[in-house]
């Protein structure tokens, strides 16, 4: 029996204090499993050393390494992406090239993904991560899941093996906005969740800001359905009743008591009630609305500069 084919998917932004020995631990592990790989590393645009050190890698291991250069920094849901394209493998595990993602487990996944499992996650824990960050989380996680269509799970990352057949379901989606977390429950199949400790950054630093993680929590919540749009409905109508009953008092005591002036600053709190929800509104329709005009844009996903993948014209966009 030939052993199976596995594909390692490592997006790389400015990597370099870490790449080499990314490289090193994830080989010396993959050589100990009973499967032939290779490792698929993209280059999200970095400006550091990283893609000087993939070539030479690249130049050490010419089999077993692929990798490809972005023209430009496209983000990470865009380097998996050109990874999962670029992977040929009877299945892919994805991982960060910073460690955080232990090489280890691999064989674990292996062993669930043979029983049968399409997918097969790492779940790690929040240990090391400050109480804020830990409850933020767990709050971002609650509410989402009572909102969104798809379930999004606390932990769970990219750090997962996919079969062939989950790899060519997630690209047969062509959605510029990828939001992968949605994206991979989205697909379903054969799902299964193990718990590692989470591990810090081996080296270099983390590029998650505050701002982005808030994006990136914007998207979670407005990706996978248009539930947001009903509120504007609920909205809508709550106001609307409350205002005719308000009318319909107005109209009793004015009959019964006969005109009276003062009533400025109920006026004033509802004008500028409904004018705040009236923009909170209209920012979110706005955002529906940006988000279709960048899928009918249909631009490439990425675009790559260099790769070392045969066949492929480096200089156009792989599609
Ligand atoms: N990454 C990427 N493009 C980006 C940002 C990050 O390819 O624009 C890669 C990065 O090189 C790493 C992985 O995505 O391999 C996770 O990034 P990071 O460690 O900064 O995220 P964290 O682990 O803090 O969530
Ligand atoms: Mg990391």
Request: with cysteine; hydrophobic share 45%; aromatic share 10%.
């Given at each position: 029996m030939t052993p199976m084919r596995l594909s390692v998917v490592v997006p790389c932004y400015n990597e370099e204090m870490v790449i080499e020995s990314f490289d090193a631990k994830t080989r010396a592990l993959l050589d100990s499993l009973p499967v032939d790989y290779?490792?698929?590393?993209?280059?999200?645009?970095?400006?550091?050393?990283?893609?000087?050190?993939?070539?030479?890698?690249?130049?050490?291991?010419p089999a077993g390494l692929r990798y490809t250069s972005f023209s430009r920094n496209f983000g990470k849901e865009a380097a998996m992406l050109a990874g999962l394209r670029e992977a040929t493998g009877d299945a892919v595990v994805i991982m960060d090239a910073d460690l955080q993602?232990?090489?280890?487990?691999i064989g674990?996944?292996?062993?669930?993904?043979?029983?049968?499992h399409d997918q097969v996650i790492a779940r790690r824990d929040r240990s090391g991560e400050s109480r804020l960050r830990k409850a933020l989380g767990k709050a971002y996680y609650r509410m989402v899941n009572r909102w969104v269509d798809v379930e999004l799970v606390d932990g769970v990352g990219d750090f997962r093996l996919l079969s062939r057949r989950a790899v060519?379901?997630?690209?047969?989606?062509?959605?510029?906005?990828?939001?992968?977390?949605?994206?991979?429950?989205?697909?379903?199949?054969?799902?299964?969740?193990?718990?590692?400790?989470?591990?810090?950054?081996?080296?270099?630093?983390?590029?998650?800001?505050f701002g982005a993680l808030v994006n990136y929590g914007v998207d979670g919540l407005i990706s996978f359905n248009n539930r947001p749009l009903r509120v504007a409905?609920?909205?809508?109508?709550?106001?609307?009743?409350?205002?005719?009953?308000?009318a319909a008092?107005?109209?009793?005591?004015?009959?019964?008591f006969g005109v009276r002036t003062p009533g400025y600053a109920t006026l004033l709190a509802a004008i500028v009630g409904m004018g705040g929800?009236?923009?909170v509104m209209l920012g979110l329709v706005g955002e529906y609305i940006g988000r279709i005009y960048y899928e009918t844009k249909r631009r490439p996903h990425f675009l790559v500069k260099e790769t070392n993948a045969s066949g492929a014209d480096s200089a156009s966009p792989i599609r």
């Open positions: 290779e490792i698929c590393y993209v280059d999200d645009g970095s400006s550091d050393r990283t893609l000087d050190l993939l070539r030479a890698l690249a130049k050490k291991n993602h232990p090489p280890e487990l674990r996944m292996l062993e669930l993904h043979a029983v049968g060519n379901a997630l690209l047969s989606m062509p959605e510029q906005n990828r939001f992968s977390k949605g994206l991979f429950s989205w697909i379903g199949f054969d799902t299964v969740t193990f718990d590692y400790t989470n591990v810090a950054r081996e080296a270099g630093e983390t590029k998650w800001r409905i609920h909205l809508g109508l709550l106001l609307a009743g409350l205002a005719t009953l308000y008092w107005t109209v009793v005591s004015t009959l019964a929800a009236q923009m």
